[in-house]
């Protein structure tokens, strides 16, 4: 066997007094797929920079082979000192490296290369630091984050990209889609130790959580053997004797190790202030269109929204997502077309950029607004202090400028200001950019227990197909298009995903497994997504019935064809579709009142 490329061995640091890391590990071999996982805060990013050679820890050995290349992608790359794109990417080729392959890569990703480093968006300075880690074709790859500002398109393109190389990964990411589909193996770091699985993310959870249930199960014996001596303590010395030494040093040890003993961050406890139900029917748009000097966002764009609709909202960077977020609202004004607001309606709102956040305003004060240390949820007042536990924030940070907080820190606490908010329409804007696993995770059970309407950008795939029940997804020139379900269903009703790449359809065995090789979920009980679907699909089915008798009736007409060739064609076309939606709609009812009769068993 082949010894690894790379290996850290004890590696200890400390931060503010804290330990960080506390004996991490890992190695590294040629072509291996590694994924680091661990929660905001854990130390990913800092062993990872120990792992690339540009950071120190306080102690641990750290060897690379000599002849393997490495490149090391952080969260924010520093671009600065290059007078273009091209020259910053060609500065990491090594000097038997092709430099076609770095300008191929830019025009892969979007780019000339002739941009000026410094007037890049976050998105583009993302492609220019992945083109510069790619071009070479290391031995070793370290991705940080890689898909962090990239749309779903770049996101597809990476992944087939990184897929295709020879060099071994090692990717820190809170993408599941894109862990569970590159990685072979997983490296926990938890409480400053690692621990690894040789099986990719997609085992990872559940060995997790077996883990954590045995770590509760010793703690629960440690609990029960202090008692035990506890209680000779206070009952049986005297009988014995006055001074046992040894079995008094024992009961110290133990509070010792139950004193010492790190455990386990607390979880979010995410809660939503809920205003009056609003009417059925929410936003109504009809034959909007936006344009922007000759640029057209949306061209006759026509929608219905009804209260307990999750509805999420897809395209590549620049398609128009927030303009198309801001007209459905009313923030902003239509150039033609109208939208209408219905009854009751309240709007609690999570921006992409976090804006509404000042670097200088403290974390107290951006959850009261200033003057109050109180924050009032569904109605009550409940003290900052305390809710700030709820989101992971310690009384410490009360006082800590929002400029100091780390990405993760801003997305619980910009979570925190919009679910404050009496609503019953939550409009959220990437509300998954630098929240880690488990985070995502209650925050998806939350949106399936909301009482109101969510609309949703994100880029992340495997969040929408949890919680949307349709996607709107820009076509391009101006033009959106609905599809029911979620992100996975969207791609299987066009074939093709939003790179253009053709999909297969995929056949799901008994053993729950795509035969096509797509990824099938686990079976489990139905989502609030499968529910509201089997409400719904009989009034929509009978839409599409109605649908299809009156293109029937009007192709009824012997004279059509010879009257108006154009419009038996187009009525032709337009049955082919009904009986075509129909035929899908009931297979997805049968299969949902399948997965029903299931779950109730």
Known sequence: MAPPLLTLQNIRLTLGGKPL????????????????????????????????????????????????????????????????????????LGPLDDPYRAITLLND?????????????????????????????????????????????????????????????????????????LSRATLWLDRGKTRRI?????????????????????????????????????????????????????LADLRSERRDERRTVGEVKISVSEAKTSGKLVIEAEEVSKAFDERVIVQDFSTRVLRNDRLGVVGANGAGKSTLLKLMTGLLEPDSGWVKIGANVALATLDQGRTSLLPTTTLADALTGGGSDNVIING????????????LFGPE??????????????????????????????????????????????????????????????????????????????????????????YSDMVAQRGASLSGKPVASSKVDGSGKAKSGTIAGPKRKMSFKDKHALETLPGRMEEMRRAATKMKNVLADPKLYSRDPAGFAKASAALAKADSDLEKAETQWIELEMLREASEA
Request: hydrophobic share 35%.
């Open 21 to 92: 890391l506390d004996g991490a590990e890992f190695s590294v071999s040629r072509g291996e797929r590694l994924c680091l996982v661990g929660r905001n805060g854990s130390g990913k990013s800092t062993f990872l920079k120990i792992a690339a050679g540009s950071g120190e820890a306080d102690s641990g050995t750290r060897f690379m082979q000599p002849d393997a290349s490495l490149r090391y992608l952080p969260q924010e790359p520093d671009l600065s000192g290059f007078d273009t794109v091209l020259a910053y990417v060609e500065a990491g």
């Open 109 to 181: 990703l979007g780019l000339t290369g002739n941009e000026d480093p410094r007037h890049l968006s976050g998105g583009e300075g993302r492609r220019a630091a992945l083109a510069r880690v790619l071009a070479p074709e290391p031995d070793i790859l370290l991705l940080d984050e890689p898909t962090n500002h990239l749309d779903l398109p770049a996101i597809e393109w990476l992944e087939s990209e990184l897929a295709s190389l020879r060099s071994a990964l090692v990717l820190v990411s809170h993408d599941r889609r894109f862990l569970t589909r």
């Open 198 to 250: 040789d099986r990719g993310f997609g085992d990872f959870e559940a060995w997790r959580d077996q883990v954590l249930e045995e770590e509760e199960r010793d703690r629960h014996k440690l609990d029960r053997k202090i008692a035990m001596e506890e209680d000779w303590v206070r009952y049986g010395v005297t009988g014995r004797r006055k001074r046992n030494v040894r079995r008094m040093g024992a």
């Open 380 to 391: 009550q007042p409940k003290h900052v202090i305390g809710y700030m536990k709820d989101f």
């Open 397 to 486: 940070q009360a006082r800590t400028p929002v400029g100091r907080l780390s990405g993760g820190e801003r997305g619980r606490l910009t979570l925190a200001r919009a679910l404050a908010l009496p609503s019953n329409l939550l409009v959220l804007d990437e509300p998954t950019n630098d929240l880690d696993l488990e985070t995502l995770d209650l925050l998806q059970e939350m949106l399936a227990d909301y009482p109101g309407t969510v609309i949703v950008v994100s880029h992340d795939r495997d969040f929408l197909d949890r919680v949307a029940t349709s996607v709107m997804v820009s076509e391009g020139e101006g033009r959106w298009t609905e599809y029911a379900g979620g």
